[in-house]
């Protein structure tokens, strides 16, 4: 990647060799205890209270899902590319969920979910405004999207910075919430300095 960032996508990232070491980031594979704690209590408070149907969008090797699965939500994850599907795959087997190849801006799924889940990855599709609306449409009355992004890096920064989502949420939501994550080092398996952020938007 052609900055400093640790935990982003790209355009240009082939994720299919990528997805052997993906997990190796502390915040993408969550080996360690402390930091997949952090990731599942914020997670906790962020889907609902009720066993619930979430689409993880770009769902890599399924980390988020493997969460929200423990957390007792039945998991659709897509992702482009087939081999983080597979590691996916193997993260969540015997669990209620699937996990499917395809294009999170267009996912080929038929029926609504309550969550829409998406981490790291809507920064770097074209047009987030036209991807948020069509997510609209995959949530169910009184659903909601949880989105968490950034703006990574200091020498060249890459992502969408929160005001600039909130901004685009805003015709589409009912409620945005915002909570911001860059002051707890948990999450990152180390102290950051970048916008880290997750956004509920109920619909
Ligand atoms: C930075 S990783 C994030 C993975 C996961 N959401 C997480 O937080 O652990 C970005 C993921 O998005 C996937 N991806 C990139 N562009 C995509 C697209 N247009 N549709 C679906 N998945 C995409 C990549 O294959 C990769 O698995």
């Known amino acids: 990647m ?4 640790d935990s982003t996508t790209a355009p240009g990232v082939d994720w299919d060799s990528a997805a052997a070491s993906f997990d190796d980031e502390p915040d993408h594979g969550l080996r360690d205890p402390e930091v997949r704690r952090a990731w599942a209590g914020r997670l906790r408070d962020w889907l609902p209270g009720r066993p619930s149907d979430v689409l993880d969008l770009g769902c890599g090797t399924g980390s ?4 929200a699965a ?17 590691l996916a795959r193997a993260k969540l087997a015997g ?8 294009d999170a801006a267009a996912p080929p799924v038929e029926e609504r979910f309550d969550v829409v889940l998406v981490r790291h990855l809507l920064w770097a599709l074209p047009d987030p405004g036209r991807v948020l609306r069509h997510w609209r ?11 968490v992004e950034g703006v990574w890096g200091t020498v060249s920064p890459v992502g969408i910075a929160a005001d600039l989502l909130t901004g685009l949420l805003a ?8 909570e911001r994550l860059s002051g707890d080092p948990l999450l990152w398996g180390k102290a950051v300095d970048d ?8 619909m």
């Open 2 to 5: 052609a900055n400093d960032s």
């Open 64 to 67: 988020l899902s493997l969460l």
């Open 70 to 86: 423990e957390q007792g939500h039945r998991v659709t994850g897509v992702d482009r590319s087939p081999a983080m599907v597979d």
């Open 95 to 102: 669990r209620d969920a699937a996990f499917l190849v395809g």
């Open 137 to 147: 449409g995959l949530v169910r009355p009184g659903g909601r999207l949880v989105l």
């Open 171 to 178: 015709p589409l939501a009912s409620h945005v919430r915002v």
């Open 195 to 202: 916008e880290r952020y997750a956004v509920v938007a109920t």
